[in-house]
């Protein structure tokens, strides 16, 4: 599941609204929106992500969070790290390998150290499950 596709089924089962009424909403197949909430489509595209938020009446900072999160969702991610330091080149691979094993805890620990490095605070979502505990 990517994290905008967590979000929409989030979004969705909170209002308790069908999949198939927001599909035919959208303009696309049930099919199509399962599979974009489960991760097996790409990225979402533009008026896409604008008819969802036009379906689910979201604006400002909730829109633009929303966005965001399509934008981090490309289930495909491809790494370019050519004229990178060896060890990027490592770590690319070795996480392209290893991803699926990591833990809930250990991938929150590797996105806190990404955004440590970067200096800013981490601007992802909170998982679902620590959304839920926090209400």
């Keep these: 599941m990517t994290p905008f596709g967590e979000r929409v089924r989030q979004l969705r089962r909170e209002r308790g609204l069908m999949l198939k009424d927001m599909a ?4 696309v197949s049930s099919a199509y929106l399962s599979a974009l909430e489960r991760g097996e ?6 008026a896409l992500i604008q008819g969802v938020l036009q379906y689910f009446h979201i604006i400002w900072d909730e829109a633009d969070e929303l966005t965001r999160l399509a934008d981090l969702s490309d289930p495909r991610v491809k790494i370019d790290t050519a ?3 060896p060890k990027a080149t490592l770590l690319a691979n070795r996480l392209a390998r290893e991803i699926r094993n990591l833990s809930e805890g250990e991938l929150e620990d590797m996105l806190a150290i990404l955004d440590h490095a970067l200096g800013r605070e981490r601007r992802a979502p909170l998982p679902i499950q620590a959304v839920r505990d926090a209400v």
Excluded: E, F, Q, Y
């Excluded at 489509?41 to 533009?46: D, H, L, M």
């Design 83 to 85: 004229g990178a330091d």
């Design 24 to 27: 035919a909403h959208l303009g």
């Design 41 to 46: 489509r790409g990225k979402p595209t533009w």
